[in-house]
């Protein structure tokens, strides 16, 4: 049997100020979409429709960064977006999921609570002299 090692990196960031407005900029677009997708799906939920899943919601979300009201979803790296709808996926059927001892309905973030995003591929850390100092996206 092939045996598997897996490593992990703890890295520090240091932003500067543009930078740290990208991440809240980034941080409250996930916001956004969360709660944008929990909302809907809450919605259906009261008039007993089935849930939206990813792909579904994959599909408004390219209709709400065309749109004119949610342009500002635009600015942000689709994956991060994208990550937010498969956590709330995974939230909703961890929810409903009969052997979570502690199983519940997903809430709305609130900012500053969960003021955070993921990017689960293609980013690369760019350092100067050996401190890490921004966050890039690839792609």
């Given amino acids: 049997m092939k045996q598997i090692i897996r ?3 703890k890295s520090r960031l240091n932003p500067n100020s543009d930078q740290v407005q990208k991440m809240v900029e980034f941080a409250g677009a996930n916001r956004f979409v969360w709660n944008k997708a929990l909302a809907m799906n ?3 939920l009261e008039q007993k429709q089935p849930l939206l899943w990813y792909n579904e919601l994959s599909f408004w979300l390219k209709l709400w960064k065309s ?3 949610y342009g500002f979803l635009k600015t942000v790296h689709s994956q991060p977006l994208q990550q937010a709808l498969k956590n709330l ?3 909703f059927k961890d929810g ?3 052997k979570q001892p502690l199983k519940r309905i997903p809430k709305f973030k609130k900012k500053g609570l969960s003021d955070s995003f993921r990017y689960p591929q293609g980013f690369k850390l ?3 002299s050996a401190k890490c ?3 890039k996206s690839v792609g």
């Fill in 133 to 135: 100092s921004c966050l």
């Fill in 42 to 44: 809450l919605f259906r």
């Fill in 126 to 128: 760019e350092q100067e």
């Fill in 96 to 98: 409903f999921d009969k």
């Fill in 67 to 69: 749109s004119e009201d």
């Fill in 89 to 91: 996926e995974k939230a």
């Fill in 7 to 9: 490593k992990a990196f």
